[in-house]
């Protein structure tokens, strides 16, 4: 099924959905203008009430649910709520400055009754700084067990709905519940946020089109988004069919956190694919330009909080523990292995690489022990279910060959286990394995590591050993682990047996380097960094203007310099009829013919226009081209008072009748560039070379994007290399290497031009350059440049670039259809046309006649 766009916000929540509640609260604020907030359809006790409290340091963080935990009296029939000390949102706060107010947006993990929701909002406002969203329970299982745990969390994690029995299908119906909720949750941010100082971080997949509501909202809110997921290859993502809604929606983002590079890398590859943006590394940190804005991409794995587990260690409960774990494993070696039951963790998987160690060691055979703690699924289904029956047959069929009355091979610990029990079993395992086929991250590494270095109480050596699967995003960082393909069984076995059996001075290399990792990248250092990054990314915020266009999820902010505006016929034909000497410099492609138009030859009505222009004594008209000059001269033939200047100025003709000018240059370089050219076209499937009068130019927009993009950077190198000594100059532009002779660009042409007719008498009181390319900027340039020089005037000046993009140019028109219409404005100034009532009056007389 093709992607379907929706038109407006309400199209994505259009039907039952739009019967959703709203949150009890009202927002507090409302958009009147672009980039201001003023508060609207509010008494002055709620205005005061709203400010007062606003700290200047707010942090808003938000996610799916909040670091709660709830459980109701039914005794009393009242809520108890209290901090889950163990949420990786809670412990960020660490991170930041003692001075900094931090406010939690996102659901509760229980369903509330809605003649309670004011009250419990209030409360957890008020006790905790959590502001609840309510979300009605039809919606929320839509959202979270259709959309999020059906649809992202598996393709994220690799797995393609390739028939109904892996994977449900597509489900436009779960997909607008998925907008509707991050609709609720946009109008609860902005209830509580001031928009000018807070910072608000979005957390996770269930809530990736989120900054497109906020960012609607207002233009400068200041937005940080970090996946905890995997992000797949675009091989992968493309399947999805709303991918360009959830990319656009993470790109209203100012920095987007990953764990890995390898998944920053899939995401740039993604919008490089899907919308064509390229990225570049700016200063060390890697930038997206997206319409004028610069969207940070930040790698950043998050760690744990040191303290948190080491008072956990030291707990009576724990040590307890430890020695009821030490009696009952006494004298056999201990492997341990902490997951979610879910498909991608890899248990059975683990479970047959211990049975092949078993098979492969006899000698293991009552000396080692794999305790498996199974955490409690996080989603249902026919999947969850499957796992779970073939870990259980696995262990079963292990314990039964391999086991005896006082010895069982495999311990599966089935239950919710507490924090405590986890931490004696971290303390004791002399190995731990995580084997998941696929992982965002994966703490748990990282708290064996500790749990390990603070379980020592004598001044003997800390030692550890880890077993990590290459596809979980910790393994990078773990350089001391072995690394494992879990789906090589042979691999993996003989990985436990290493890891068991190593020396003790070996093991404690290894665990101090994972130590002084672990304890300097902690929870505290991953949320500080992410933190000034995204205070970075946000400075430049009230520097440019920015306004909002496109609907519904394509909606985004347009970011650009505050003198920059669109051009409007009546304001340049108003300061045309005031000048006498003008000059008019067109680009072509793109400018005055439409890049996705198949035919390249000028319309009627653009060939008309140029004529009206080209026929006024005081105007001088060139088209200033990439082209070369036989197709220039074809296309335009019609227009005899035209100038030309072709392949960027390397030609130049100053009206048909004219002969070619040509820059006196040394071309000998071409017979160097064409065979380098000629190797790059045959080993790049898509490229093709485009062969000059005085350039040769390499097109890669038909190649795969990423290959063509790693070519085009090293022909760059290699030309430049080559040509370190001859007068010709390698410029990479969209799509395109070129090479041509120093010193032509299109800006010479314009100083050319606008010095001939100053050395003649008639220097130009007004210029207008139109132009949509990087090649347009030196035009721009020069002809600013050309204002402030040595004139009896000052020109009326009008740079013009075709799009909204950051540009020289002061003004802006949206398309070649605008540049037109301008052009006939000014053709039609220089020869009115009778007006149409007259032309009909005459006529009707004639027919009268």
């Known amino acids: 099924m093709a992607s379907k766009s929706c038109g407006n916000f309400f199209d994505l929540a259009s039907g039952d959905l739009m019967n959703a509640p709203h949150t009890p609260r009202g927002l507090p604020r409302v958009m009147t203008i672009p980039g201001v907030i003023s508060d609207g359809n509010r008494s002055s006790d709620a205005d005061t009430d709203s400010t007062t409290s606003v700290c200047r340091d707010r942090k808003i963080i938000v996610a799916n649910m909040l670091p709660l935990h709830a459980q109701k009296d039914y005794a009393t029939g009242k809520w108890r709520f209290s901090f889950d000390e163990d949420s990786l949102l809670l412990q960020l706060k660490d991170g930041f400055s003692p001075e900094a107010e931090v406010l939690y947006v996102g659901s509760l993990k229980v369903e509330i009754e809605a003649n309670e929701q004011d009250e419990v909002a209030q409360r957890l406002l008020d006790e905790f700084k959590c502001v609840p969203t309510f979300v009605p329970q039809d919606i929320q299982k839509k959202f979270y067990h259709g959309f999020c745990k059906q649809q992202l969390w598996p393709l994220f994690h690799y797995m393609l709905p390739m028939c109904p029995d892996h994977g449900d299908r597509f489900d436009r119906q779960q997909w607008q519940a998925y907008v509707s909720v991050n609709m609720i949750f946009a109008d609860k941010v902005m209830e509580v946020a001031n928009p000018e100082d807070d910072f608000i971080w979005i957390h996770d997949y269930h809530l990736m089109v989120l900054p497109t509501f906020l960012r609607k909202r207002y233009n400068r809110v200041k937005l940080g988004f970090f996946l905890h997921s995997p992000f797949p290859s675009s091989e992968i993502y493309r399947t999805l069919p709303v991918r360009d809604e959830i990319l656009k929606g993470l790109l209203n983002s100012d920095l987007i956190g990953f764990h890995t590079f390898d998944y920053a890398r899939h995401f740039l590859s993604c919008c490089g694919r899907m919308l064509g943006l390229d990225y570049e590394s700016k200063r060390g940190h890697i930038g997206l330009d997206y319409f004028g804005r610069t969207v940070y991409i930040k790698i950043l794995p998050v760690g744990i909080h040191m303290g948190r587990l080491k008072s956990v260690l030291n707990l009576p409960s724990t040590c307890n523990k430890v020695k009821e774990i030490q009696e009952q494993f006494k004298g056999k070696k201990l492997i341990l292995g902490v997951d979610d039951m879910?498909?991608?963790?890899?248990?059975?998987?683990?479970?047959?690489?211990?049975?092949?160690?078993?098979?492969?060691?006899?000698?293991?055979?009552?000396?080692?022990?794999?305790?498996?703690?199974?955490?409690?699924?996080?989603?249902?289904?026919?999947?969850?279910?499957?796992?779970?029956?073939?870990?259980?047959?696995?262990?079963?069929?292990?314990?039964?060959?391999?086991?005896?009355?006082?010895?069982?091979?495999?311990?599966?610990?089935?239950?919710?286990?507490?924090?405590?029990?986890?931490?004696?079993?971290?303390?004791?395992?002399?190995?731990?394995?995580?084997?998941?086929?696929?992982?965002?991250?994966?703490?748990?590494?990282?708290?064996?590591?500790?749990?390990?270095?603070?379980?020592?109480?004598?001044?003997?050596?800390?030692?550890?050993?880890?077993?990590?699967?290459?596809?979980?995003?910790?393994?990078?960082?773990?350089?001391?682990?072995?690394?494992?393909?879990?789906?090589?069984?042979?691999?993996?076995?003989?990985?436990?047996?290493?890891?068991?059996?190593?020396?003790?001075?070996?093991?404690?290399?290894?665990?101090?380097?994972?130590?002084?990792?672990?304890?300097?990248?902690?929870?505290?250092?991953?949320?500080?960094?992410?933190?000034?990054?995204?205070?970075?990314?946000?400075?430049?915020?009230?520097?440019?203007?920015?306004?909002?266009?496109?609907?519904?999820?394509?909606?985004?902010?347009?970011?650009?310099?505050?003198?920059?505006?669109?051009?409007?016929?009546?304001h340049i034909v108003s300061a045309y009829k005031r000048t006498s000497r003008r000059a008019i410099f067109l680009d072509y492609d793109g400018t005055v013919v439409s890049q996705s138009s198949m035919v390249r030859s000028p319309s009627d009505e653009l060939v008309e226009v140029l004529n009206g222009l080209c026929s006024d004594p005081n105007n001088t008209v060139f088209i200033v081209s990439g082209r070369g000059r036989t197709s220039l001269n074809d296309w335009l033939a019609p227009c005899d008072k035209l100038g030309l200047a072709a392949e960027h100025g390397y030609f130049l003709r100053w009206d048909k009748n004219g002969e070619w000018e040509s820059l006196a240059a040394d071309l000998d370089w071409k017979e160097m560039v064409q065979p380098i050219m000629k190797l790059y076209t045959e080993a790049t499937d898509g490229s093709f070379m485009e062969v000059k009068e005085s350039a040769l130019v390499w097109h890669h927009q038909d190649a795969d994007p990423d290959f063509g993009s790693c070519q085009a950077k090293e022909l760059l190198d290699h030309l430049e290399n080559v040509l370190a000594n001859e007068p010709a100059v390698v410029r990479r532009g969209q799509h395109i290497v070129e090479v041509k002779p120093q010193g032509v660009t299109k800006g010479v042409v314009a100083e050319k031009v606008l010095s001939v007719m100053a050395k003649d008498g008639n220097a130009p009181d007004f210029v207008v350059c139109i132009g949509d390319d990087r090649s347009d900027e030196d035009m721009f340039a020069s002809i600013n440049a050309f204002s402030t020089s040595a004139v009896p005037a000052v020109p009326e000046i009008f740079a013009c670039t075709v799009g909204q993009k950051p540009s020289k140019a002061r003004y802006y028109l949206d398309d070649t259809v605008d540049v037109v219409k301008l052009l006939g404005g000014l053709a039609n100034a220089s020869n009115p046309k009778p007006p149409r009532c007259s032309a009909q009056f005459q006529l009707s007389f004639d027919d009268n006649i």
């Not at 748990?444 to 001044?459: A, E, M, T």
């Not at 691999?491 to 672990?518: C, F, P, W």
């Open 342 to 570: 879910d498909i991608f963790k890899g248990i059975s998987l683990k479970l047959l690489a211990f049975e092949q160690l078993l098979i492969q060691h006899k000698e293991l055979h009552g000396k080692v022990v794999l305790v498996q703690i199974v955490n409690p699924a996080r989603s249902t289904g026919k999947d969850v279910q499957e796992a779970k029956r073939e870990t259980y047959t696995t262990a079963n069929r292990i314990n039964e060959v391999y086991g005896s009355l006082d010895y069982e091979p495999v311990v599966l610990i089935d239950r919710p286990a507490p924090l405590y029990e986890k931490t004696a079993y971290y303390a004791l395992a002399d190995c731990c394995i995580v084997n998941a086929v696929r992982d965002g991250m994966n703490l748990i590494p990282y708290k064996y590591i500790v749990c390990r270095d603070g379980s020592n109480k004598s001044d003997s050596p800390r030692t550890s050993m880890l077993v990590v699967s290459e596809f979980i995003g910790c393994s990078p960082s773990l350089s001391g682990a072995i690394r494992v393909n879990p789906w090589d069984i042979d691999a993996v076995a003989e990985a436990m047996n290493v890891g068991i059996t190593m020396k003790d001075s070996e093991k404690q290399l290894r665990h101090e380097k994972h130590y002084r990792y672990v304890s300097s990248h902690d929870v505290a250092y991953w949320a500080r960094s992410f933190m000034q990054d995204m205070e970075r990314a946000c400075k430049d915020h009230y520097n440019n203007r920015c306004w909002g266009i496109g609907l519904g999820l394509g909606f985004r902010v347009i970011s650009l310099s505050p003198s920059f505006r669109k051009l409007t016929v009546d």
